[in-house]
């Protein structure tokens, strides 16, 4: 059975401090993991996208990495602010024929103090 | 105007009563989706359309319906709304497989 896990389940970290992200898959197989941010009472929205091909991708001060042997990734935010408080979403889709089929973690809710 | 719009965006009922929710966008996608979230888990997909008049259920499909007239609308029914339905639900529409999925505001609705 296809599944994404994510760690930790939450996080609390002063601003300016930095954070990781984990996300585990056994999406198989793997067409692209992208991660979400949603704020609280909002919809997801996307962050990044990780192909098979890419270990790194930046978005400001967003990093995502994908070990695709060991199908893991992790998102890397750097000096932290407090709108970056919100649940990061791990979402990896399938290729071939589960195409089209995305798998969701449970999230990660990171809060961010002043 | 977001792109996709969803109506209501709160909503308080009884249980047994019928429930509509309404989802339009303007994207110019195929693909739309209704998930439900639930607090601290994940989102669980409903039921998904690729076209006018497809429809395919997701894992949670029971004591749902969906309906698409139109591409651009894909309405979520609860036909006898239960208390356990009380969840965040989301509509979402992609242009194409393992695309970016492009989510409503959501719609919360409580079951009393």
């Known amino acids: 059975k296809n599944q994404v896990e994510q760690s930790p389940q939450s996080l609390i970290i002063l601003e300016g401090k930095n954070c990781t992200l984990q996300?585990?898959?056994?999406?198989?197989?793997?067409?692209?993991l992208r991660w979400y941010k949603q704020d609280t009472g909002r919809g997801p929205v996307s962050l990044t996208i990780m192909t098979f091909s890419e270990n790194t991708k930046s978005n400001g001060r967003y990093t995502a990495t994908l070990d695709a042997d060991t199908k893991q990734s992790s998102l890397h935010i750097t000096a932290s602010q407090l709108s970056d408080s919100a649940s990061y979403i791990c979402?990896?889709?399938?290729?071939?024929?589960?195409?089209?089929?995305?798998?969701f973690g449970d999230g990660t809710t990171l809060t961010v103090k002043p | 105007d977001a792109d996709v719009t969803q109506t209501p965006r709160n909503r308080i009922t009884k249980t047994g009563k019928r429930i509509m929710l309404e989802c339009s966008q303007t994207k110019g996608h195929d693909r739309m989706y209704w998930y439900r979230q639930d607090p601290g888990l994940g989102l669980r997909l409903i039921y998904y359309s690729f076209d006018v008049k497809d429809i395919n259920k997701g894992e949670i499909s029971d004591g749902y319906s969906v309906s698409r007239q139109a591409q651009a609308k894909f309405s979520l029914s609860l036909e006898s709304a239960i208390p356990n339905q009380t969840a965040l639900y989301f509509c979402?529409?992609?242009?194409?497989?393992?695309?970016?999925?492009?989510f409503g505001e959501g719609s919360r609705l409580t079951v009393l």
């Open positions: 996300c585990n898959y056994t999406v198989s197989p793997f067409s692209n």
């Open positions: 979402v990896v889709s399938a290729a071939g024929t589960n195409a089209g089929k995305s798998t």
């Open positions: 979402a529409t992609r242009d194409r497989d393992a695309g970016e999925l492009f």
